[in-house]
């Protein structure tokens, strides 16, 4: 008796490919970056990944010996991009430094930052504002445009003076000469005042001056950085709040643009930019700018009971004066309702929350106080414009 076996046609090797990635590995923002490109990778053991901290010059000798089929690179200068672009290899930039026409760039959306930035530190009834960056680096640029621009769609005409630091290195302390120029300038502002640092590196030199001169963080400076690097954050003298950007989907972006330029798909034009994650409160703005007592009696209870439905009944009882007092004087201090107020912290409580991957919209909607999570959602959508599970989806983390 022969038994015949089917024959199976073996499956198509796949082409062996070699990728360089040129990051700043000593920062939180380049690891992160790194953690999104090695999950897209993961899956695909025809890929080596050459990973290497990012160099001031790309030597063209050096990248022609490895030997590569794609480029992710940090891309500072105009005079990296020419170098990456004449390698005639698919190259993908995930900086926001310099614009690289010549690159497709994967980048944070750095004009939501400032405006993410501005709309925490009004929230918090701070009438005064500053920023802090560079005027070198384009992602500074943007996130002043960005914080100045949130100001304007709020009807503000305020002024927002900036104060200048040097590019130099992310990871080295400004000279003294800067540091000296840092507090001065900060001595000009008028108290109490937010200001939004462009990283958080910029955020802890600020922390810093404020130590050397005696000023008080959040009482009379509340600080914000960016990145949410807690090897900075949480080392100052108070920690600081920070806006969490959402570097491992720039990373996994990153990779799947690369892959499609490496399988011959056509070549993307111009930037991809990522919305920032969220906000992360620390203590550095964990306060309102109120010189009501009344007022912020009223505001401790609404932040300390934000997991619960807030009534303006019990809210006015915390405070020790009637609902119509504390309206009143609400509005003089704030320009808003108890109500209004108490459905900013609700949502605010609810855009931490969504990047949780362990929680359901219902739980979350539960733990920021929403009746049902059918409220919720129709309350969401009716002030971002988008379900609660649409904007989980475009601004969740990668997992």
């Known amino acids: 008796m022969k038994i015949w076996l089917p024959v199976l046609e073996a499956a198509p090797m796949t082409q062996p490919r070699r990728i360089a990635v040129y990051l700043s590995l000593a ?3 380049g690891r992160g970056i790194l953690r999104g490109i090695a999950r897209f990778f993961h899956q695909r053991p025809e890929i080596t990944v050459l990973k290497f901290n990012d160099p001031r010059v790309y030597d063209v000798a050096v990248l022609q010996r490895l030997k590569l089929d794609g480029v992710i690179a940090r891309v500072a200068t105009l005079r990296n991009e020419a170098t990456l672009a004449s390698l005639g290899v698919p190259v993908v930039n995930v900086s926001g430094q310099v614009a690289t026409p010549r690159l497709p760039l994967i980048n944070t959306d750095d004009l939501r930052v400032g405006q993410l930035a501005f709309r925490h530190l009004h929230g918090r009834a701070y009438r005064n504002f500053a920023y802090c960056g560079n005027s070198t680096h384009l992602g500074s640029v943007q996130r002043f445009r960005g914080f100045c621009a949130e100001a304007r769609a709020l009807g503000l005409s305020v002024a927002i003076p900036r ?3 040097p590019q130099g290195d992310q990871n080295s302390p400004y000279p003294d000469v800067t540091r000296a120029r840092l507090v001065a300038w900060l001595n000009t502002l008028p ?9 958080d590196r910029v955020a802890l030199e600020l922390d810093e001056a404020c130590a050397r001169v ?3 963080v959040p009482e009379d400076v509340a600080i914000l950085g960016v990145g949410n690097d807690l090897a900075r954050v949480e080392f100052a003298h108070v920690a600081l709040s920070s806006i969490q950007l959402n570097t491992q989907r720039i990373g996994l972006v990153a990779a799947e643009t690369l892959q499609t330029m490496l399988d011959g798909g056509c070549e993307p034009i111009g930037e991809t930019l990522v919305s920032p994650q969220k906000i992360v409160t620390r203590r550095s703005t964990d306060r309102f700018a109120v010189d009501d007592e009344v007022v912020a009696l009223a ?8 997991g619960n439905t807030i009534y303006v009944e019990e809210v006015a009882r915390a405070a020790g004066v ?7 004087r609400f509005r003089a201090a704030l320009g808003t309702s108890v109500y209004g107020e108490a459905q900013r912290l609700h949502f605010e409580r609810s855009l931490e929350l969504m ?6 919209l219902g739980e979350i909607a539960f733990a920021c ?4 999570p059918s409220v919720f959602a129709t309350a969401f959508r009716r002030r971002f414009g988008v379900a609660p599970s649409a904007y989980r989806k475009r601004h969740a983390p990668v997992f």
């Open 27 to 29: 920062t939180e923002h």
């Open 163 to 165: 104060h200048i630091l």
């Open 191 to 199: 108290r109490p005042v937010g200001i939004l640092g462009f990283t």
């Open 214 to 216: 005696g000023l008080r």
């Open 299 to 306: 505001l401790d209870h609404m932040r300390e009971h934000v």
């Open 322 to 328: 009637t609902r119509r007092v504390l309206e009143l």
């Open 355 to 360: 990047s949780e991957p362990t929680m359901t």
């Open 369 to 372: 106080g929403f009746e049902s």
